[in-house]
């Protein structure tokens, strides 16, 4: 049976590995940061595009109601904003989880732990910028059902 273009991919990128490592430590501590913000007890939680299921994990070990779902693709802003009206959902946030990150790996991998954490809180203070969006190789849509 031939792989699937999601499973060649994460053949090739191991995503748990790559959650692991600073760059990867970013983009899980802003999404959560700003899930966190705007999740409710009783909100049940749809993880479109989750990989291997990592948010959707620790949401539930939180005791949030999640599924995951895979959907692998490369898309623009404006192919989100089109997606979202056309599902009739209302957006709550949008950011950049995260942000330079991917592309600073190399400083990321220098930084004391006091400076890294520095920057995780800088980054959670510029993820949701407008001018940001889609500077990174990630971008969380957070929307609810309206």
């Known amino acids: 049976m031939a792989l699937s273009n999601i499973e060649k991919h994460y053949n090739k990128h191991p995503e748990d590995l790559r959650l692991q ?14 899930l966190r913000r705007f999740i409710k007890p009783d909100s049940f939680l749809l993880d479109i595009g989750a990989g291997t299921g990592r948010y959707t994990s ?45 592309y600073m790996r190399t400083r990321l991998n220098r930084m004391s732990d006091e400076t890294f954490a520095r920057f995780i809180e800088y980054q959670k203070y510029i993820s949701e910028r407008a001018d940001l969006i889609g500077a990174g190789s990630h971008v969380v849509d957070v929307v609810m059902v309206s």
């Open 21 to 34: 490592r600073r760059h990867g430590i970013v983009e899980f501590e802003i999404t959560m940061h700003h």
């Open 58 to 102: 620790a949401l539930m070990s939180e005791g949030y109601q999640a599924q995951a779902d895979e959907l692998y693709d490369y898309v623009r802003i404006d192919d989100i904003n089109r997606l979202d009206e056309r599902a009739g959902l209302k957006r709550v946030t949008i950011f950049s989880s995260d942000g330079a990150s991917d």
